[in-house]
């Protein structure tokens, strides 16, 4: 009798273990949250690359949006002469605070202050702008306004065909 016992209690704690391993375990406690140093804001640049257009191989800006110069600023010079209602319908393309990345432009990137006291982007020695006509990355509505605004070569330029 005590074998039958014996063979009862190891059945009993068999089961028991069975139950118990497919259980799902209690979760164990959460540690504290350890405050995070937050992530550093990108630097913000400005890009320029070149796209295919109706006026052959052009600068733009990173989101496709076309650049231009103004005939009235001094190529070389360190101000824009674009102000006033000029700078509205012609805003400057900023220059940002890091250098601006490039893909297939191959002229001399620089900035000057521009007239908003901001780094303006130029090329090849020529400060740059966008154009309010233009309403799609690819739009060229600028071009040759007052034959005083011009595209620009990815080498800076000017496209006045």
Same mark, same amino acid.
């Given at each position: 009798m005590?074998?039958?016992?014996?063979?009862?209690?190891?059945?009993a704690?068999?089961?028991?273990?069975g139950?118990?391993?497919?259980?799902?375990?209690?979760?164990?406690?959460?540690?504290p949250a350890e405050?995070?140093?937050?992530?550093?804001?990108?630097?913000?640049?400005?890009?320029?690359?070149t796209?295919?257009?109706s006026?052959g191989?052009?600068?733009?800006?990173?989101? +496709?949006?076309?650049? #231009?110069? @103004?005939?009235? &600023?001094?190529?070389? *010079? =360190?101000a824009?002469s674009?102000s006033?209602?000029?700078?509205?319908?012609?805003?400057a393309?900023?220059?940002?605070?890091?250098?601006?990345e490039?893909?297939?432009v191959?002229?001399?990137?620089?900035?000057?202050?521009?007239?908003?006291?901001?780094?303006?982007l130029?090329?090849? +020695?020529?400060?740059? #702008?966008? @154009?309010?006509? &233009?309403?799609?990355? *690819? =739009?060229?509505?600028?071009?040759?306004?007052?034959?005083?605004?011009?595209?620009?070569?990815?080498?800076?330029?000017?496209v006045?065909?």
């Amino acid at each position: 009798m005590a074998s039958r016992i014996a063979l009862g209690l190891a059945a009993a704690s068999l089961a028991l273990l069975g139950l118990t391993a497919c259980a799902s375990p209690a979760p164990e406690p959460e540690a504290p949250a350890e405050p995070s140093a937050p992530a550093p804001a990108p630097a913000s640049g400005a890009s320029l690359a070149t796209a295919e257009t109706s006026l052959g191989t052009i600068v733009v800006d990173g989101e +496709g949006m076309t650049v #231009y110069q @103004f005939d009235a &600023d001094t190529q070389g *010079g =360190d101000a824009s002469s674009c102000s006033g209602q000029c700078a509205e319908n012609w805003p400057a393309v900023p220059g940002g605070d890091a250098a601006p990345e490039l893909d297939g432009v191959t002229g001399e990137v620089g900035t000057i202050t521009g007239v908003d006291g901001e780094p303006q982007l130029t090329l090849g +020695g020529w400060p740059l #702008y966008y @154009f309010v006509g &233009d309403e799609a990355p *690819g =739009d060229v509505n600028g071009q040759g306004v007052s034959d005083v605004w011009w595209v620009l070569t990815p080498a800076g330029e000017r496209v006045t065909g």
